[in-house]
């Protein structure tokens, strides 16, 4: 199976705080995008980055790569009520593939 | 009007039965893909296609079939559906050509929640 991993599998922080969240997978990629859903809603995309980018910012959103480790993060900063949501890496592999981890659950508590 | 739309957005049907999920887009986009999501499991890919002559399976495409009957449908069949079928289905559109930033990026539609009895 091509399908990543994120961690923490779910995370509650209070607002204000920074939220984490790290991707891992398993084979080669042309790039990573992150996306969020909420509550059962459809996907929304965050941000892209490319398999020969170290690091993208986006707003309070910043995504770091790292192809040795086959590993991303995602930082939301300062983090908001409306942040609350599931959290989701794709990774698009060589064979035109797009596959997706098993998310993570992250609540921001007032 | 939504870019993606999928119908129907709910269905409740028996094991054994045939079940079409529709989706059309108007985005233009050549790239259509079949998702489904269950709990704990994040999406899994059943199929995708990049036009109407080109589909591949995905990481689940057995008990499914697809049909891409134009640029702008493709449509995602469970020709007999068992209740481990029961899921949120999504389906999503691509333009790998467009050459921004974001090419690759998936737009989803909102989903086809299914139940097999």
């Known amino acids: 199976s091509q399908q990543g991993e994120e961690d923490p599998q779910a995370l509650s922080i209070q607002e204000g705080e920074n939220a984490t969240m790290n991707c891992s997978y398993k084979?080669?990629?042309?790039?990573l995008q992150w996306y969020r859903q909420n509550s059962g809603r459809g996907l929304v995309h965050l941000i892209l980055i490319r398999s020969n980018e170290r690091e993208k910012h986006s707003g309070r959103l910043r995504v770091t790569l790292d192809t040795s480790k086959k590993s991303s993060s995602l930082l939301i900063t300062a983090s908001r009520a409306a942040d609350t949501a599931s959290y989701f890496c794709a990774t698009y592999h060589r064979d035109d593939k797009i596959i997706f981890g098993k998310g993570t659950r992250l609540h921001i508590l007032p | 009007d939504a870019d993606v739309t999928q119908t129907p957005r709910n269905r409740i049907t028996k094991t054994g039965k045939r079940i079409m999920l529709e989706c059309s887009q108007t985005k233009g986009h050549d790239r259509m893909y079949w998702y489904r999501q269950d709990p704990g499991l994040g999406l899994r890919l059943i199929y995708y296609s990049f036009d109407v002559k080109d589909i591949n399976k995905g990481e689940i495409s057995d008990g499914y079939s697809v049909s891409r009957q134009a640029q702008a449908k493709f449509s995602l069949s469970l020709e007999s559906a068992i209740p481990n079928q029961t899921a949120l289905y999504f389906c999503?559109?691509?333009?790998?050509?467009?050459?921004?930033?974001?090419?690759?990026?998936?737009?989803f539609g909102e989903g086809s929640r299914l139940t097999v009895l």
């Open positions: 084979t080669s990629i042309n790039n």
């Open positions: 999503a559109t691509s333009d790998l050509y467009s050459g921004g930033p974001n090419t690759g990026e998936l737009f």
